[in-house]
Structure formats: structure tokens, C-alpha cells
């Protein structure tokens, strides 16, 4: 699972980027971490992990990780193929959803590509070229369903959409906008994988000032907030540079005194990362003993022989039963042992919906 980090150029992705795979420095033991300097793995903050790690005495702590991936610099006309144009389109495509960050801060020292600050008009720059590279594909894609199904009349169906779906692009909507009507809507929309259809985050990026109130006296965060209420889409306050000075510290301890003179109860970047991981639509469950604490990523909605899966693929194929209880259950309680006396640690089988949070043993045959 991997998200893109986008935007004009000298708006702050790059800041964001650094300090973001500085913080997540504990994943830097992942092989592809180093192959590309575009690409970093993050480590998803959970303090539940901290928790367990001390109950259990365990020998170490693995966290959920997920991927930010630097995308150069858009600049005006890259669906015409100007700057990076095309590669910069190509990576987007690639990613499962967007970070979106815009300007919001003022500093002389920083050109802006358009000369002024203004969040709106740098959005819209570039949701524009994404729309632009998607009513493309569409293009291309209608003109061939259309042929084809004057012959074959089962992909009538799938032409009536397309062509409302470029209708809709084409008036300056967004695909993640359009409206599907049945399951084979769905299915074909999602083969598209169309740019403007992928979730977004807008990552307002502002001085260190506006912090503390979270953007509510900076006009450029409220333009950012407007627009993406519109579309449904979240809205972050955060200073890229505020970032990558906490992440230069050495310890939590300087860290949590840094965050506290700024009158900060939380790192912007560790919620940045929070709200990537649901964005992506993931959860944790976790894994506890002496050899390690551990958090588990799978897709909201995944069933008990699938999540054992993502420990080895003997365990779900020999899936027999999940043991389960929810960490907060193993919290109220103190012990496991308290928990189960309580009839609170669960047996569940093959239908079993995993929960963010469950701590989960696997009983499995080899
Ligand atoms: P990119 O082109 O979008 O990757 O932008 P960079 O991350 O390279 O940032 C461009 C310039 O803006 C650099 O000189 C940064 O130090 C500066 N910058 C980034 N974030 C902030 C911020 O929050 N406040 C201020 N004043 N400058 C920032």
C-alpha cells in the first residue's frame, strides 16, 4: 500500500517527505527503503504496541508500516506533457491515494511557481492536469468499448457509462464524484484506475504560527477546507519545516518537550500517518508474546483466515480457529487471565470479521 506525495512545485512535499521517513527510521531495516530515495517506509505509529510489548516482556516490537512515495514536482500542463508531465502522471497512478499538499504558508525566500500564495488556484492547477490525463484514458477507452459493442451487445452497458462518466469529467468534476449505479459499475469503474478517484488528504502546510489553531485565522487553510468539504475529502494543518526539525531530535524526551513549548499535544506527522493508514481503508491487529509485539495490516472487512494468512500462508490454509480479544477488553481487565475468566477472550472460526485492535492466536493444523 503505497501513497503519493503530491503538489506544486516549492510548496513543502519534499520537507514532508524527509521528515517523514526520518521519523520512520525504526522501518529503515526494510530492503527496499534504500532502492529508491523516492520511496519511504513509515512506521505506523500505535501505542497500543508500547503496551503489550511491556505486559508481554517481549523481545522486540514490529509496527504497521505503509509507503510515501515522493512524486516530483506537477507543474502547469503536465497532461500535455510538460516538466515531468507524463512520469509524474505514470507515478501517480501507481499509488493507492494522495497526499495532497498545498501552500499555505508566506516566505519571501520561497518562490512560488505562480508568484503568489493561493491555495485555491494551486489545487485546482492541479486537480485540473489529473482530470485532464483521466478524461484521456476515458477518451481512448469509450472510443474502443463504443466499437467494439456495435458487434458485441453485452459491452452496451459498460459504453452507456463510460460515456457518462466523461460527461461528467468534462463539465470539471472529479471521478471519485461520480455516481455508480450497480455492482458492474463498480467493476469496470475500478479497472480504470482513474487519478481523480483515488482518495485524497490535503495536507495544508503552514508556519509554525498557525499551529495552534489549526489554520482557523489563515484564509489559504480555509480556501483548502472549503474545497475539500466539497468533495469529502480530509483536511491536515501542518508545518513541513516544524516537522523536519522534530524529526532532527534525538529523543521522545526532547521530542515531547519541543511539541509542548509549541503548545502541541501531538506530532502533525504521526496524525498525518493515522489518517494515511485509514485513508487506505487498513486496520491493525496485533500479536503478543515473547518473541515479539506485533501489528498486523489487512483491508477493513478481512476475515479471520486471511488475516492469519498475512503471518504465513500455513495458517490459513490449515486454518482451524482464531482466539480473540479486543485490547481494550485486555486493558479493563489488566491480565489475560482476568479477561478470560470473564469469558472475554472469544473463539471465533471461518466467518470471523477481524477488528482493528484484536489481539488474535491462530490455532492452525500443519
Ligand atoms: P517541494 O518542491 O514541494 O518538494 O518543496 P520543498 O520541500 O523543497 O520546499 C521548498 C522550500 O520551502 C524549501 O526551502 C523549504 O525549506 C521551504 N519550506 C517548506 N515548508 C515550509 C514551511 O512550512 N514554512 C516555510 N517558511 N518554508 C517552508
Known amino acids: 500500500m503505497k501513497l503519493g ?92 491515494a494522495i497526499v495532497h499538499v498545498v501552500r499555505c504558508f508566506e516566505d519571501a525566500n520561497v518562490v512560488h511557481v505562480d508568484g503568489s500564495i493561493d491555495s485555491l488556484r494551486d489545487i485546482e492547477t492541479i486537480n485540473l492536469e489529473l482530470l485532464f490525463a483521466d478524461m484521456e484514458v476515458m477518451e481512448r477507452r469509450y472510443s474502443k468499448t463504443e466499437r467494439s459493442a456495435r458487434m458485441d451487445k453485452t459491452l452496451q452497458k459498460e459504453a452507456a457509462m463510460q460515456k457518462r462518466l466523461l460527461d461528467h469529467m468534462e463539465a470539471g468534476n472529479m471521478a471519485k464524484t461520480f455516481e455508480l449505479n450497480d455492482e458492474d459499475e463498480e467493476n469496470y469503474f475500478k479497472e480504470y484506475n482513474l487519478l481523480t478517484a483515488k482518495p485524497v488528504i490535503y495536507a495544508a502546510n503552514v508556519e509554525d504560527e498557525d499551529l495552534a489553531d489549526d489554520g482557523a485565522n489563515n484564509k489559504n487553510v480555509q480556501a483548502v477546507r472549503e474545497y475539500a468539504a466539497k468533495e469529502g475529502s480530509e483536511v491536515f494543518v501542518i508545518s513541513a519545516q516544524i516537522e523536519q526539525e522534530i524529526s532532527e531530535l534525538e529523543s521522545e524526551e526532547e521530542k515531547q518537550e519541543f511539541l509542548e513549548a509549541m503548545g502541541l499535544s501531538e506530532s502533525g506527522l504521526d496524525k498525518l500517518i493515522t489518517a494515511s493508514y485509514r485513508l487506505l481503508g487498513l486496520i491493525s491487529y496485533l500479536t503478543s508474546g515473547e518473541d515479539e509485539t506485533r501489528a498486523w495490516t489487512i483491508k477493513k472487512g478481512t476475515k479471520a483466515p486471511q488475516a492469519a494468512g498475512k503471518i504465513h500462508t500455513d495458517f490459513e490454509r490449515g486454518f482451524i480457529k482464531a482466539e480473540v480479544i479486543s485490547y481494550d477488553d485486555l486493558m479493563a481487565n489488566g491480565s489475560m487471565t482476568a479477561a478470560k475468566e470473564k469469558g472475554l477472550v472469544r473463539m471465533e472460526g471461518k466467518e470471523y470479521v477481524v477488528a482493528d485492535g484484536d489481539i488474535i492466536n491462530f490455532r492452525f493444523n500443519v
Open 5 to 96: 506525495i503530491v503538489g506544486l512545485p516549492n510548496v513543502g512535499k519534499s520537507t514532508l517527505f524527509n521528515s517523514l521517513t526520518k521519523a520512520g527510521a525504526l522501518a529503515a531495516n526494510y530492503p527496499f527503503a534504500t532502492i529508491d530515495p523516492n520511496v519511504g517506509v513509515v512506521s505506523v505509529p500505535d501505542k497500543r504496541l508500547d503496551v503489550l510489548t511491556k505486559m508481554y516482556n517481549s523481545k522486540k516490537t514490529v509496527p504497521a508500516t505503509i509507503e510515501f512515495v515522493d512524486i516530483a514536482g506537477l507543474v502547469k500542463g503536465a497532461s500535455k506533457g510538460e516538466g515531468l508531465g507524463n512520469q509524474f502522471l505514470a507515478n501517480i497512478r501507481e499509488v493507492d
